[in-house]
């Protein structure tokens, strides 16, 4: 009656062992490192600049625990937070001689210490929120203006070709602030142009006015489709900020909407405030501009002649200068991928681009009337240009199109993962930084440590007292609960914050009453007369139905947490939900199989350890008190 299988005790055997090897990298600790990052496309990370980190380190007589290249950065972990000010300064040196043109981040972080042979089997810990970890807060403010100003570029560029292509003649089209003014010497082709306006562009509003013998048209962003740029402006920043900060390897950054204007940006374990705006300074612009190839501009080239009217010089990745236009004929934000890959015909490394529908249409107008001429793809940073590639037009490009010529298989990856994080939609400013040191950190861990110990401890010594063998039972089954808890969460990769850790006290609390409600059960089944075997067969079949219903209901507020809350209160929701579904299989489906394998080959079984089974003054006693 009460007797497992053995394949049930196969599951619980096999979820103990899962729990414990993916709970056991929590328990090492955090190192302080220093991590080394590329600050610019043009330099690479890779088994040179180890070499050069370890040379520098060795130079200055700092010891390393353990430094090593994982993905596209250098990591040191040291012993001590001194060593790791020491290694920053060295590998700064070795690595930075020029500060104002900094090649490469380097930056203070916290990394694991957890041996290799867990890193092999995938385990890994958990990610540590700010409160609990320490590391860099900011808010960004997001210029809106510019963000408008931006799109009113755009969309003056799409009415002239549209008007071209209409055969629609103007005297001419200029942009005063946030407004399009077009003038024209007809009325009959400002009507055209006005219904063009109103058909195509039905983004702006249109005011018409006669200023002398022309007509005036100017023409302004409706304010709804105001805050719909604005608000596609926040969330292509955002996205822009996870690709480049992820794409740098810090570890599980937070980047979420504030109001309707700003973004925070938490970086944990980051310590230096002055990397960490390195980092966010990486976000970049990308403009596809056509190369000045006239005589003006090759002079400009030689040093014989001044950059023309109307151009910019630019480097390009191997130093060599090149003059652009500064039309910009296709921003970042036109384009939805880039994939490296190979050419057909010569197998030659390439990039394939995907645009949008309007900047297909452009691509096609553009690539027809400059055939044979260069095109130039600028990255901006930190108000600095740089031509990435400057390739021939071959054909006309449509919403597809590939750039290939002289590089590399690492090279076009590189390109493409550029390229694919998108550009700021806005320029943005920090208007708040703050710095969390993991001395605070740790003592948030340790709170939040002894919060969950104490409770623990509490629950374990009521339930043993009023449960006796039971009681421990039960205990033995909140400490499994709490053992797979923490797994999931670090096999998961979630984040634990101090709400985190709140939960994680409260979900001790309600995996215990599902055993105080079989326990219950089990006396009650004792008091009415059954046998002990019977009884706790009864107990735990009859509690199971309590159970799932209280669980489903508490399971739906969670979710309700989860799905509404954001910051602090998911942070909650998340441990809340999983702190839920671990309880109902350590409550009932662990605790049951210790009783069965406890009591469960007695036969002739007459008494059970469950404390004092009290029962009604004019009922007979079943049973005392068992010890």
Not at 255 to 279: F, M, Y
Not at 436 to 446: D, K, R, T, V, W
Not at 579 to 596: D, P, Q, Y
Request: aromatic share 6%; charged share 20%.
């Amino acid at each position: 009656m009460n007797r497992y299988p053995a394949w049930k005790y196969a599951i619980i055997v096999f979820a103990l062992l899962i729990g414990a090897l993916y709970t056991l990298p929590n328990f090492y600790g955090e190192a302080p490192a220093v991590q080394v990052s590329a600050a610019k496309p043009t330099f690479k990370v890779d088994a040179a600049t180890l070499t050069r980190v370890q040379e520098a380190l060795k130079s200055a007589g700092v010891d390393a625990d353990l430094v090593t290249l994982e993905g596209t950065s250098v990591k040191a972990r040291f012993l001590t937070t001194d060593t790791q000010l020491k290694a920053k300064d060295a590998i700064q040196k070795a690595l930075i001689p020029d500060p104002s043109n900094a090649g490469y981040v380097v930056a203070l972080n916290l990394l694991s210490r957890s041996p290799a042979w867990l890193g092999a089997l995938h385990s890994a810990p958990m990610y540590l929120g700010l409160d609990l970890r320490g590391g860099v807060h900011f808010m960004l403010q997001v210029d809106m203006a510019a963000a408008l100003s931006k799109k009113v570029e755009s969309l003056s560029g799409d009415l002239r070709t549209s008007l071209r292509e209409k055969n629609v003649r103007h005297s001419g089209i200029s942009r005063s602030g946030q407004t399009i003014e077009l003038r024209f010497r007809e009325a009959a082709a400002a009507d055209a142009a006005k219904a063009l306006l109103q058909d195509q562009f039905t983004d702006l509003q249109v005011v018409a006015s006669v200023e002398g013998d022309e007509t005036k048209l100017a023409a302004t962003i409706k304010p709804e489709a105001a805050r719909r740029i604005q608000d596609q402006a926040l969330k292509q920043n955002i996205t822009t900020l996870h690709n480049r900060i992820n794409e740098l390897g810090v570890a599980e950054p937070v980047i979420q909407q504030q109001g309707s204007d700003r973004i925070v940006v938490q970086l944990p374990g980051v310590q230096d405030t002055a990397k960490a705006k390195d980092i966010l300074g990486r976000t970049a612009t990308l403009e596809l501009r056509m190369v000045d190839d006239s005589s003006e501009a090759t002079a400009a080239l030689t040093g014989a002649g001044a950059v023309p009217f109307g151009d910019e010089r630019f480097l390009e990745r191997d130093g060599r200068a090149v003059i652009v236009k500064k039309q910009v004929i296709l921003s970042g934000d036109s384009l939805t991928d880039a994939q490296p890959g190979f050419d057909s015909q010569n197998q030659q490394p390439k990039v394939d681009l995907t645009v949008d529908a309007k900047g297909g249409r452009i691509m096609r107008d553009v690539s027809r009337e400059n055939l044979k001429k260069r095109m130039a793809i600028v990255l901006f940073e930190k108000g600095k240009g740089e031509v990435l590639t400057a390739p021939v037009i071959q054909g006309e490009l449509g919403n597809r199109f590939q750039i290939s010529g002289s590089m590399t298989v690492v090279e076009a990856s590189d390109l493409a993962l550029l390229l694919r994080a998108g550009s700021l939609a806005a320029p943005m400013e920090i208007i708040e930084e703050r710095t969390i040191g993991p001395s605070l950190g740790a003592e948030n861990i340790a709170k939040g440590f002894n919060s969950v110990t104490w409770g623990f401890l509490a629950v374990t010594l009521f339930m043993c007292l009023y449960y006796m063998l039971f009681g421990v039972f039960s205990s033995v089954a909140l400490a499994v609960n709490l053992l797979l808890l923490v797994s999931v969460l670090s096999m998961l990769q979630a984040t634990l914050t101090l709400p985190g850790m709140a939960a994680m006290a409260l979900v001790l609390g309600m995996a215990i009453d599902s055993n105080v409600l079989i326990n219950e059960r089990v006396r009650e089944e004792l008091r009415g007369g059954a046998s002990a075997q019977a009884a706790i067969h009864a107990g735990y079949d009859r509690a199971w139905a309590t159970i799932l219903d209280s669980n489903v209901t508490t399971m739906i507020a969670g979710m309700a947490l989860l799905a509404f809350g954001s910051g602090p209160v998911r942070g909650f929701a998340v441990v809340h939900v999983l702190g839920i579904l671990t309880s109902m299989f350590s409550s009932v489906f662990f605790s049951r199989g210790l009783v069965n394998l406890w009591y469960g080959r007695q036969k002739k079984l007459k008494t059970v350890s469950i404390g004092t089974v009290w029962t009604p003054p004019t009922g007979n006693a079943v049973m005392d008190k068992s010890v």
